[in-house]
T-cell receptor, first 112, second 112 residues
Framework: DGGITQSPKYLFRKEGQNVTLSCEQNLNHDAMYWYRQDPGQGLRLIYY???????QKGDIAEGYSVSREKKESFPLTVTSAQKNPTAFYLCASSINRPGELFFGEGSRLTVL | KQEVTQIPAALSVPEGENLVLNCSFT??????LQWFRQDPGKGLTSLLL???SQREQTSGRLNASLDKSSGRSTLYIAASQPGDSATYLC???????????WGAGTKLIIKP
């Protein structure tokens, strides 16, 4: 079945550590996105990529980094520079410009 | 500034009732509007996408309408069921902005 797979589902990190969240899709979509979700707020865009080897910053890119070396994969690294990283992270994809979005199940990061 | 607002933040109704969820947005020059469902701790599922040229979309017991002139969309749920309990989010894409702007969602509880 086609879809988006995020891993890990839960992740705990000590302050000062970098962590990488995985996002893989087999929908053959060109565009991929990373969102952050905090309680009581709308989703906020961290990074997006419209094509392999290209990506753009969203509204809250500081403290995060991404790569898009393959069409299927769009990993997100949460660096130690991110001041408040505890959140629910969602990866999504679409055929091209946002259009209909398909989401993974999310990764919950907790900083201890 | 382009903004999306969903009121109320939470809604509780008895099973079997028809109900309406609201989404309002600034700037009528939208490209499309989407409604999503999110179950606790899960990713989002796209319910309906309305293009700017459309007035409504229907899927089963769900009907979404769009009134650009008033900056409003409604999601109508007919004959509500306990399984409809979830958070419903709307997101708007504008012609001038590739990114989706999200409402904070309405948490819906259907009481058996």
């Amino acid at each position: 079945d086609g879809g988006i797979t995020q891993s890990p589902k839960y992740l705990f990190r000590k302050e000062g550590q970098n962590v990488t969240l995985s996002c893989e899709q087999n929908l053959n979509h060109d565009a991929m996105y990373w969102y952050r979700q905090d309680p009581g707020q709308g989703l906020r865009l961290i990074y997006y990529s419209q094509i392999v080897n290209d990506f753009q910053k969203g509204d809250i890119a500081e403290g995060y980094s991404v790569s898009r070396e393959k069409k299927e994969s769009f990993p997100l690294t949460v660096t130690s520079a991110q001041k408040n990283p505890t959140a629910f992270y969602l990866c999504a994809s679409s055929i091209n410009r946002p259009g209909e979005l398909f989401f993974g199940e999310g990764s919950r990061l907790t900083v201890l | 500034k382009q903004e999306v607002t969903q009121i109320p933040a939470a809604l509780s109704v008895p099973e079997g009732e028809n109900l309406v969820l609201n989404c309002s947005f600034t700037d009528s020059a939208i490209y499309n509007l989407q409604w999503f469902r999110q179950d606790p701790g899960k990713g989002l599922t796209s319910l309906l996408l309305i293009q700017s040229s459309q007035r409504e979309q229907t899927s089963g017991r769900l009907n979404a309408s769009l009134d650009k002139s008033s900056g409003r969309s409604t999601l109508y749920i007919a004959a509500s069921q306990p399984g409809d309990s979830a958070t419903y989010l709307c997101a708007v894409e504008w012609d001038s902005n590739y990114q989706l702007i999200w409402g904070a969602g309405t948490k819906l509880i259907i009481k058996p």
